[in-house]
């Protein structure tokens, strides 16, 4: 199944993100939040590849392992770092026989102790030079790749990163999803200006349940995402308190969404860390209210 076929406002889906578990127990976990998550029928789901490409082997073998035993549509991300052209082309061959219909594009984060990105040689310095890639080789993959609603953290202004983004679409990308965001207001703003660019392609709005206060600090500080003032301050005074911070989380995630899906987003990708629960109450109260 191509997700561009799946992404419909009238028909909106959800879809989860996980990333490669590095013990046996968390492959457990993310097993146990996979068979969780099956009942709410995920329109797919999505592996993430480590920095640098560190985690390319493992996120090929859980795509594999999800669509073969679990039946959900499954896409990998591959990532520009730790991937040089011969070695990408390999891995696709290797998806397509596999019936693996779609892949998130991504540049991709600087490898641990590294600052800045630097590329493989001979390999992909942005995201639109492996969609091009991709594209001239002639797979036949639904292409997807990530927007960002406050810009991304590299680029000097909202107005660079929205040209960055056409690049990529031009290059072949059939769909995109959101950094994630706990604003509406941003992601509104966001597909207004991208429409007027001339970017047609469904945005998909990506979705972080609160759950942990301390990783919502570290996680807004690498992406620069904003909390609003109001949640920021209902954090502050039940940070000490993890199922309150779980519960104000998940409220917030829920009310966003419902929003949302009253304009017409053509589906909502949650960002998991390879938990269920959030997520499962989330789209348990979206669905009642549907």
Excluded: W
Aim: proline content about 7%; charged content about 25%.
């Amino acid at each position: 199944m191509k997700i561009r076929n799946r992404l419909n406002p009238s028909d909106p889906c959800f879809s989860f993100e996980f990333f490669p578990p590095r013990t046996e127990e968390g492959e457990a976990n993310l097993l146990k939040a996979l068979e969780d998550l099956a009942s709410l029928q995920p329109g797919f789901v999505s592996v993430t590849e480590g920095a640098g490409g560190s985690t390319r082997a493992k996120t090929v073998e859980l795509v594999l392992r999800i669509k073969q035993e679990t039946g959900i549509e499954a896409m990998a991300h591959l990532t520009c770092g730790g991937h040089a052209p011969d070695e990408l082309r390999s891995v696709l061959q290797r998806l397509e026989a596999a019936k693996v219909d779609n892949i998130l594009v991504l540049r991709g984060d600087p490898p641990q102790g590294q600052t800045r990105f630097e590329p493989q040689p001979g390999g992909f310095r942005y995201a639109s030079e492996m969609v091009r890639f991709i594209r001239e080789e002639d797979f036949n993959f639904c292409l997807g790749g990530a927007c960002y609603p406050e810009g991304h953290v590299e680029t000097p202004s909202r107005d660079d990163d929205l040209r960055h983004l056409k690049a990529k679409v031009d290059a072949g990308l059939d769909f995109v999803v959101t950094q994630l965001f706990f604003d509406n207001a941003f992601y509104f703003d966001f597909v207004e200006r991208a429409r007027r660019a001339g970017i047609n392609v469904p945005i998909v709005p990506g979705i972080m349940p609160i759950t942990n206060y301390e990783q919502i600090q570290r996680f807004t500080r690498l992406c620069g995402a904003t909390v609003p003032m109001r949640l920021a301050l209902q954090l502050e005074k039940v940070k000490d308190q993890p199922d309150a911070v779980a519960q104000l989380g998940v409220a917030h995630a829920t009310v966003q969404c419902m929003e949302l899906l009253s304009r017409g987003v053509p589906g909502i990708h949650f960002y998991t860390l390879n938990k269920s629960p959030a997520t499962r109450m989330i789209v348990s109260a979206l669905r009642a209210r549907s």
